[in-house]
């Protein structure tokens, strides 16, 4: 893959340089080597990541939405003003997710010791061009029907984008229309006691953009009880947060 075509280098007045160049080939390359492979996205989401790597998967979700939440959860019917925005709030990490953090839930939630020691079922892990938009409904992980990503994530990127670039809470407004993109799907079963679906996603209108939703069933009643001490201090943790960066907003304008 070359970083620009013959137009372009004539629109950019770099018209000596050919697809050949050694200077395209080389800028090729160190783009290449800095983005993440699909082995790299393998390895990360299967918690056996090295750091390199888990730096290159994390930085291809810098700027969009990143959202990690239990399969089972059920969107409020009564919810206040403010719709999806506030029910998913709480499982957003777009904002600490780095290698601490990472590294963090790989040691307490005994995925990576998991993978380690072989009992870490690889189901999917692919590119994919499937388009779904909001209206069409949910997400089913291919492998266990009981992993479902809600339309109402959907409805959320769409929304916190455009808040994000200081528009009206409209989906009109958001560079982001209602078609999304399944880029790269991936499924795991770490030792028989979770279930992680994991799908990285494209909104036509702002493609450079990979938001990640991440949902994840847990079929154990002993790690069940083990999770609910490490993820709900993590979800309230998340709730403050996203609640002082509103609060904030607000003051501005």
């Known amino acids: 893959t070359y970083l620009l075509d013959r137009r372009q280098y004539s629109e950019v007045g770099i018209r000596h340089l050919t697809v ?31 750091p390199a790597a888990a730096g290159r998967c994390i930085n291809e979700f810098s700027g969009a939405t990143s959202i990690f939440m239990p399969s089972d959860y059920t969107r409020p019917t009564n919810e206040a003003d403010g719709g999806c925005l506030n029910s998913f709030r709480s499982f957003d990490i777009s904002k600490i997710l780095n290698r601490v953090s990472y590294y963090a839930l790989v040691l307490f939630s005994f995925t990576g010791l998991t993978s380690l020691l072989g009992c870490t079922k690889f189901l999917i892990g692919r590119e994919e061009q499937g388009e779904i938009s909001v209206e069409e409904g949910n997400i089913v992980a291919e492998s266990n029907p009981e992993l479902v990503i809600d339309s109402s994530v959907f409805e959320y990127i769409i929304k916190k984008q455009a808040q994000q670039q200081q528009f009206e809470d409209d989906l009109v407004t958001s560079s982001c229309n209602h078609q999304f993109f399944i880029k790269r799907r991936f ?57 002082k960066g509103k609060s904030s907003r607000e003051q501005t304008l």
Do not use: W
Not at 20 to 29: A, H, M
Not at 214 to 231: D, F, T
């Open 20 to 50: 050949d160049s050694p200077e395209i080939l080389k800028i090729s390359t160190m783009v290449n080597n800095n983005a993440a492979s699909l082995q790299d996205f393998r390895n990360f989401h299967g918690m056996v990541c090295n």
């Open 187 to 243: 499924e795991y079963d770490f030792g028989g006691m979770l279930t992680v679906m994991m799908i990285h996603l494209g909104c036509v209108g702002d493609e450079g953009k990979t938001h990640l939703v991440e949902v994840y069933r847990v079929k154990n009643a002993l790690l069940r009880s083990v999770l609910r001490y490490i993820v709900l201090p993590f979800e309230h943790f998340l709730q403050a947060r996203n609640e």
